[in-house]
């Protein structure tokens, strides 16, 4: 699907290199019980590509032999992947911070009844996608009855302490623009969500993260049938901040496919391009024994913009510093 996507091939983006490396973000596979308008995995329930054991315990071997501190899960719906719950037991036993990113209503599917207390049980950081507070635009994005399905989780997750101050379990919501627009003021629009979320549901949560959609795979389809897609990467273009150049993500972040394969960001992932630290063929997480990856370049295209633009993008949020600069 990425090869439509031709103006994503010439690169003016800045180049950047990478720094410590404390985070592995780990996709676990494709398969979903959503299909999602702005998925740049192009996830669903469908997909049938899964991470196998046997990539479970090499990950599981990277652990031990990095300075990692964060396993970062994700999919598809991570929690799909039989493996997960071995995976997640793993890392903590390990004294590894682990965080989902959860879609909210595998909670409530056959089979997962269990699921939000097993997180609880183990301290996983949940990171939970809610592109809006209000039920059209949520469903417009995500399926016809997500929102309702969503409220219901995430209450599961308040009633095991998820949210609650001092609890030491903590819940973050995903906000991502419905279409080819740079979402708004962190800030401002995570109040409003605890605002609104607290006095229509009761519901609490920690931190929301503001994310830009990133024109590649189902999204960058979507903007290319609509006549969009040029216009949405020159948004993203003219915003850029080379503030924001110091804290994106993939100068201190690595991420593996389902198949174990190397990607210096999950977008990176999504387009095929992976670590080029083996000549002729692509760079799997069983390569990186003894190997130091900071100071190596970063392979970076113009969908990279999607990170650097207005107040930044990453898996964390808006970047901080862009953030403060732009309220001053």
């Known amino acids: 699907m990425h090869a439509t996507l031709p103006r994503l091939s ?3 983006f800045p ?6 490396l404390d985070t592995l973000q780990v996709n676990l596979g494709y398969l979903c019980n959503q299909q999602c308008l702005h998925c740049h995995v192009a996830a669903g329930p469908g997909r049938t590509e899964l991470m196998s054991r046997e990539t479970v315990d090499q990950v599981i071997g990277f652990l031990d032999a990095s300075s990692i501190t964060t396993l970062d899960l994700t999919g598809g719906a991570p929690e ?3 493996h997960f719950r071995d995976l997640v037991r793993a890392a903590r ?18 089979g997962f009844e269990d699921l939000a207390g097993f997180l609880a049980g183990q301290s996983v950081e949940v990171t939970a996608s809610l592109p809006c507070y209000l039920e059209d635009n949520v469903d417009q994005q995500r399926g016809k009855g997500v929102h309702a399905r969503s409220i219901e989780a995430l209450r599961r997750l308040n009633a095991l302490g998820y949210g609650q101050e001092g609890s030491g379990r903590v819940l973050n919501l995903v906000y991502n623009p419905l279409g080819p627009s740079l979402p708004p003021a962190q800030g401002p629009l995570e109040a409003a969500y605890k605002t609104e979320l607290a006095s229509r549901y009761g519901i609490v949560f920690d931190r929301l993260y503001a994310l830009a959609n990133m024109p590649i795979q189902r999204f960058g389809s979507t903007l290319i049938s609509r006549g969009t897609f040029d216009g949405y990467l020159d948004l993203l273009r ?6 924001n150049l110091d804290s994106v993500m993939c100068r201190s972040l690595l991420s593996v496919d389902w198949q174990g394969y190397v990607y210096d960001c999950d977008f990176n992932q999504m387009l095929g391009l992976g670590l080029p630290l083996v000549p002729g063929r692509r760079t799997h997480l069983a390569d990186l024994a003894g190997l130091e990856l900071g100071g190596r370049p970063i392979e970076v295209r113009n969908h990279c913009y999607g990170c650097t633009a207005g107040q930044g993008s990453s898996c964390g949020g808006s970047l901080s510093a862009t953030e403060a600069a732009a309220s001053d």
């Open 15 to 20: 180049p950047l290199r990478r720094g410590a």
């Open 93 to 110: 036993e390990r004294g590894v911070r682990v965080i989902d990113r959860c879609n909210l209503t595998i909670l409530l599917e056959p």
């Open 80 to 82: 799909m992947n039989p």
């Open 10 to 12: 010439p690169v003016d």
């Open 238 to 243: 003219n915003a850029h901040r080379p503030g």
